[in-house]
């Protein structure tokens, strides 16, 4: 098993960044594809970002350019760079992992979650 903690999330104007982390215990971080999930208010949980364990990302393309996900599989710590915010990131922000090989975007194939952290973008 994997537990999750995510941080860094806050209030930025349209434009800023942020940068968002997620720290995982256990000694078999480098196992699991890491993935960014973020759900706003009265929507559905979406895919933002996934990771694989060799380090190829994938992205949803409404953020493709903007951010960056990446993986420090020595402090088992996963990333997640926002540039170029706007208020339509502004959402509960979920890093997630997943035990299969394969990076998904998809939330059912996810095993393991963190509770989320905020983020909110200013106009």
């Known amino acids: 098993q994997v537990q999750l903690v995510e941080s860094g999330g806050g209030l930025v104007q349209a434009g800023g960044s942020l940068r968002l982390s997620c720290a995982a215990s256990?000694?078999?971080?480098?196992?699991?594809?890491m993935g960014w999930f973020r759900q706003a208010p009265g929507k559905e949980r979406e895919f933002v970002a996934a990771?694989?364990?060799?380090?190829?990302?994938y992205y949803t393309v409404s953020v493709k350019g903007r951010f960056t996900i990446s993986r420090d599989n020595v402090k088992n710590m996963a990333y997640l760079q926002m540039n170029s915010l706007n208020p339509g990131d502004t959402a509960v922000y979920y890093c997630?992992?997943?035990?299969?090989?394969?990076?998904?975007?998809?939330?059912?194939?996810?095993?393991?979650w963190g509770q989320g952290t905020q983020v909110t973008v200013s106009s």
């Open positions: 256990g000694r078999t971080f480098n196992r699991y594809v």
């Open positions: 990771i694989s364990r060799s380090g190829s990302t």
């Open positions: 997630a992992a997943d035990e299969s090989p394969i990076p998904s975007d998809r939330r059912a194939y996810y095993d393991y």
